[in-house]
């Protein structure tokens, strides 16, 4: 069974007090028992929050086989741009992604593709 005050701090009262305060602060304890400590909170919150997909192997089989590679590009065969933006908006929301990546996994080559783009804007 569990219960939202399992993992509640101890009671404790401060030492030395005059007659009598020691054994209320006990008692207020245990009447209202104290929640656990924000960073506990927050780790059990972050526990919870569903994690992002990891990336696929750059070596991996490509999941689209009959996609031409120049999908979603607005040269070559394959759909277009998707809902009317244009180039510059792609190189944004691409940079934006790039940068997203590189948080995650640094490298020299990513920082260099990176710097390619906002050369490129």
Same mark, same amino acid.
């Given at each position: 069974?569990? /219960?939202? !005050? /399992? *993992?509640?701090?101890? @009671? ?6 005059? !007659?009598? =305060?020691? =054994?209320?602060? +006990? ?12 960073? +506990? @909170?927050?780790?059990?919150? %972050? %526990? ?18 009959? +996609? &031409? @590679? ?16 244009? +180039?510059?908006?792609?190189? #944004? ?8 990546? !590189?948080?995650?996994? &640094?490298? *020299?080559?990513? %920082? /260099? @593709?990176?710097?390619?783009?906002? #050369? %490129?804007?």
């Amino acid at each position: 069974m569990s /219960d939202a !005050y /399992d *993992q509640s701090p101890a @009671i404790m009262a401060a030492r030395n007090q005059t !007659y009598g =305060k020691r =054994k209320q602060q +006990e008692e207020a304890q245990r009447a209202v028992p104290m929640g656990r400590a924000p960073a +506990e @909170i927050q780790a059990q919150q %972050a %526990a919870r929050r569903p994690r992002p997909a990891a990336p696929g192997s750059l070596t991996a089989p490509t999941r689209r086989p009959t +996609e &031409p @590679i120049t999908a979603g590009a607005p040269f070559g065969e394959g759909p277009g741009p998707m809902f009317g933006m244009t +180039e510059p908006e792609m190189m #944004d929301d691409a940079l934006l992604e790039l940068r997203a990546i !590189y948080n995650s996994y &640094p490298s *020299q080559e990513l %920082a /260099d @593709i990176i710097q390619f783009y906002e #050369d %490129a804007l």
